[in-house]
């Protein structure tokens, strides 16, 4: 249903709302009544690119599944009402047990003027410091290790850098399908400069790994020793910047004597791999270390932080073109909400809560009654807090923690058990927000105006399009007004962003002088006009300084001004595998779907490039344990269970499988893999491990499998099941371990298609059945059943739905119109059959050249990675042949 109130007038210039890169995006008006998305030629972060999640956002923005109404105990309530149960509620639990028994959990993806009244709200006002943000789980520990490092969360160096560079590392990160236009910025600078060369850290081999002339598949955890390894190597070979370390670095000789204590065989690299990683860094100046989550998501998080600034303070390589370390943000604005201070130890303006002439400088800014003296409580100590009734009232905005946070049935548990839950969202359902006692909708990208800050400092506008549907209300109105419903007015006074943006600008002033690294002053007096005219801009703007890197001068924001090298004693992951839980569980992203996929999950294009929740597997391990490829596993863990479908690839080793974080019980019977994450933590930064716990790989017993597509949205209630939209409808993949009695009584059910005519083949000897629904001869739902799983051309099936409905039971397509095959290229929906084929008939050789045939690869580029993969094994099988 797309059931817009009506497009935008003219061009809208405004920002993405998935990842960090920050991309600059047009919006205009479609003739048909929907948007234009288009990529921003000016916008610093992508100069004119753009990739899959950013080119298909106009499938987003309609409002099916949407919140349009404030919700009360599952009832339609006024926002009267609804706000001044909140504001009660949360007076009354403060006055009995203390401002410490309430807790906000926000979200990088608020805009930095919603987190700003968050944090006001919560750290001023309410008097508790416990409000953290989903960033704890994604930067906490770049953030510690850079405070460590340099006395601020500061990222010294820009995007430039990457192009400048010519040794760029990527440890921990699979850029090619999380920080795509970086990505492709990278691929572009390495064809115009064929002396750069990129290295891919990373346990498994990525997309990233395609680019990557050296790709070292680390154990997992192996981080920090290898680095480690890698300043030995520097020291040993006299690559120490003396000058630089002498005047401008503190704990040079520390660093050097834990690293030589680590043993670097933990990383589970071979002598040589090592030493050639270290040759290639040391005998590179120009060297950028791109790290994120591999990097952050770890219990020794901070560590493997430290140990990479580690390498670059001893080399001086930092703060100057094409040098130093970089951590790639996820979310859109989780580098503004570091600035704004969502994190539970942070004070707006990179402030620090714990230090008492910050927080009485910001105390007096905000005329804030009472403040609070030490850090709150971090994620998972805080649902820790929930579930043991010591935290009674929570309001989540903007983050869906029963799918994301680790141990989350835990977190389930804890909501559920909670006195007073208010969330604050887009979409209906999530599975967070079926357990809140009060539902608030919030309006989301395209309808709501504020600032965001992307992984490179660069402040950018995003800016409203669309009227706020239904009853939805901004973020940082819906607080205000508790605010002032809790007793606070004039602090809560705000008439709109930019009001909110100048008091911040102000206060960062202060900051500023306090001599903090967070200054944009001189944006104090921005007019609303200007305000709303914003270009994009690097922070700091002050009086004397617009932008630019940090640290070439060698001048750090610690007491002593240098910067500190830290003593780093490699750690191991806290789980450790076992005969009951043998396996490595790593989790991660995948190209085309967004976090709990509120959002991607709404484009059928994006939905088609990996269509279920599944598990990557070695084939030696599959093999053992009797699991063929497209079989349903059952993963076990110490804290719960999944269904994934196994992928085996020899992509992941022996010993370790991984399975994307997105899949939620909205689109799965049971693909939430954070049931399965241990809550373990990083003990300075409280970041969780969400890429090393352990886990049992069993053959789900599997009587029947089925696939279907259906016009109606199915109702599936199998063991397992998982759907996607696909085309006008959906697609479900089915398995089950009992046999219904009647297929086409089940097919009519799980398809919504009561009268419809039904085409049957039944084939009981081999378990297997075929049901066609049609209606006014278009194929309205199709069942395919058999005892193995499905073979049938999925996508030919998809494409099929709405058309008329011959041979519908075929299951695949006639000679003449060849099966594509999953969608490889979302842009212009081109699938891996149809690009195989056309390899091996046109005897293609570049990913060029499929462009050229295909138009595959040619607009967002985010594919060309996997055609470059299927080149490659097109040409190995050609050459075995
Ligand atoms: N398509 C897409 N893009 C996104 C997002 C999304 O949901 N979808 N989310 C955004 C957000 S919020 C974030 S935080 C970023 C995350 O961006 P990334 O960090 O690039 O993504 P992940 O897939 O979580 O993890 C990166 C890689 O770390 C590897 N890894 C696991 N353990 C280790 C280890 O011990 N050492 C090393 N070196 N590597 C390890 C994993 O195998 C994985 O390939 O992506 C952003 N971009
Ligand atoms: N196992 C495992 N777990 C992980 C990770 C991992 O790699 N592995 N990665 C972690 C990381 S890095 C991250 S960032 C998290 C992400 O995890 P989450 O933050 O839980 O994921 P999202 O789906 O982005 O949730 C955003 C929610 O906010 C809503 N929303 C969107 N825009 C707005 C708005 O403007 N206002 C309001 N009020 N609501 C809005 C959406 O509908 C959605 O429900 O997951 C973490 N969890
Ligand atoms: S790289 Fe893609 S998802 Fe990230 S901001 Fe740019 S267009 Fe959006
Ligand atoms: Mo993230």
Redesign the pocket.
């Known amino acids: 249903m797309k059931n817009l109130q009506f497009a935008p007038a003219s061009t809208c210039k405004t920002t993405c709302p998935?990842?960090?890169v920050g991309c600059g995006v047009l919006v205009s008006p479609e003739k048909t009544g929907g948007i234009k998305v288009k990529a921003d030629p000016d916008h610093p972060a992508n100069l004119g690119r753009l990739c899959s999640?950013g080119t298909a956002l106009a499938e987003t923005i309609w409002l099916d599944d949407r919140l349009l109404h404030p919700q009360v105990n599952g009832a339609r309530a006024s926002w009267d009402d609804a706000l001044e149960l909140v504001a009660q509620r949360f007076k009354g639990t403060i006055a009995e047990h203390g401002p410490d028994s309430v807790a906000f959990y926000v979200s990088g993806q608020l805009l930095t003027e919603d987190y700003y009244v968050a944090n006001k709200l919560m750290k001023g006002f309410i008097g508790s410091a416990n409000i953290d943000t989903n960033s704890r789980l994604?930067m906490a520990s770049s953030v510690a290790g850079h405070k460590r490092a340099f006395g601020t969360d500061t990222v010294p160096g820009q995007y430039t850098d990457l192009e400048q560079a010519d040794l760029v590392v990527l440890?921990?990160?699979?850029?090619a399908?999380?920080?795509p236009v970086l990505y492709q910025r990278i691929v572009a600078a390495k064809k115009a400069n064929p002396k750069m060369k990129v290295v891919n850290?990373?346990?498994?081999r990525?997309a990233t790994s395609d680019i990557a002339d050296l790709h070292l598949a680390?154990a997992?955890?192996?981080?920090a020793a290898l680095f480690n390894r890698l300043l030995v190597e520097i020291h040993e070979q006299g690559a120490v910047d003396s000058s630089f370390v002498g005047q401008h670095v503190d704990g040079f000789d520390d660093a050097v004597n834990a690293a030589s204590s680590c043993d670097s065989t933990v990383t589970g690299l071979s002598e040589a791999d090592i030493r050639a990683f270290c040759n290639m860094w040391i005998g590179t100046e120009k060297v950028v270390t791109v790290y994120?989550?591999?990097?952050n998501q770890?219990s020794a998080g901070s560590d493997k932080v430290n140990a990479i600034l580690n390498c670059h303070l001893a080399t001086g390589r930092i703060g100057q073109p094409g040098m130093g370390p970089f951590s790639v943000t996820?979310?859109p604005n989780a580098m503004g909400g570091r600035e704004v201070g969502g994190l539970a130890n942070m004070l707006a303006c990179h402030l620090d809560l714990e230090n008492a002439e910050h927080r009485s400088a910001v105390k007096t800014f905000w005329a804030a009654p009472d403040m609070p003296e030490a850090a709150g409580l971090k994620a998972v100590d805080m649902f820790n807090a929930v579930a043991e009734g010591r935290i009674k009232a929570i309001w989540i905005m903007c983050t869906n923690p029963v799918v994301s946070m680790p141990d989350a049935d835990a977190v389930k548990a804890a909501l559920e058990g909670c006195d007073f839950v208010v969330v604050s969202d887009l979409t209906a359902d999530t599975d967070t927000a079926k357990l809140a006692h009060v539902v608030l909708p919030a309006t989301g990208w395209g309808e709501k105006d504020g600032t965001v800050t992307n992984s490179e400092r660069c402040i950018s506008r995003q800016r409203g399009f669309l009227p706020a549907p239904g009853e939805a209300r901004h973020d940082w109105d819906i607080m205000s007004d508790v605010g002032r419903r809790m007793g606070w007015h004039d602090a809560f006074d705000y008439q709109s962003p930019a009001e909110i943006f100048r008091e911040y600008a102000v206060l960062s002033g202060i900051a500023g002088q306090l001599g903090r690294d967070f200054d944009i002053s001189g944006l104090s007096d921005l007019g609303d006009d200007a305000y709303d005219s914003l270009e994009p801009l690097h922070w700091p703007v002050t009086a004397i300084r617009a932008g630019g890197r940090f640290f070439g001068d060698g001048r750090f924001f610690t007491p002593s001004g240098k910067a500190r090298m830290l003593p780093i004693h490699f750690r191991t992951p806290q789980s450790h595998p076992s005969a009951q839980y043998p396996f490595r569980l790593?989790t991660?992203?995948?190209?085309?779907?967004?976090?709990t996929m509120t959002r991607s999950a709404k484009s059928s294009r994006l939905s088609q490039h990996l269509a279920e929740p599944y598990l990557e597997i070695h084939p030696s391990d599959a093999t053992r344990l009797g699991i063929a490829p497209a079989d349903i596993v059952r993963v076990t863990s110490p804290q719960g269970a999944s269904l994934l479908r196994a992928l085996v690839t020899d992509r992941v080793h022996a010993g370790q499988v991984?399975a994307p974080m997105h899949w939620t019980a909205q689109y799965a019977s049971a693909g939430r893999v954070d049931t399965l994450v241990a809550a373990h933590t990083d003990p300075v930064s409280g970041q969780p491990e969400s890429?090393?716990s352990v886990v049992n790989v069993e053959k789900f017993q599997a009587k029947w499998y089925g696939f279907a597509v259906s016009l109606a949205k199915p109702r599936a209630d199998t063991a397992y099941w998982a759907q996607a939209r696909s085309g006008d409808g959906w697609r479900i993949e089915l398995a089950a371990t009992d046999t219904p009695e009647d297929w086409e009584t089940y097919a009519r059910t799980l398809l919504n298609a009561p009268e419809a005519q039904a085409q049957i083949v039944q084939d009981p000897k081999r378990g297997g059945a075929r049901i066609a629904f049609v209606q006014d001869g278009r194929l309205i739902g199709a069942l395919f059943v058999a005892a193995e799983p499905v073979q049938v051309a999925r996508n030919h099936m998809a494409h099929m739905l709405g058309n008329v409905a011959e041979d519908a039971l075929a299951g695949r397509p006639s000679a003449d119109r060849p099966d594509p095959g999953a969608t490889i290229c979302a842009c212009f929906d081109v699938g891996v059959n149809t690009i195989l084929a056309a390899i091996a008939e046109q005897k293609l050789v570049s990913v060029e050249q499929i462009g050229a045939a295909l138009n595959a690869g040619t607009n967002c580029g985010s594919c060309r990675p996997e055609l470059a993969a299927l080149l490659a094994a097109s040409h190995v099988q050609q050459a075995a042949e």
């Open positions: 998935y990842c960090g999640k994604c440890t921990g990160s699979n850029l399908w999380c920080h850290i990373d346990p498994r990525t680390i997992p955890g192996g981080d994120s989550q591999g990097v770890s996820g979310q790593n991660g992203r995948v190209r085309d779907h967004w976090h991984f890429k090393a």
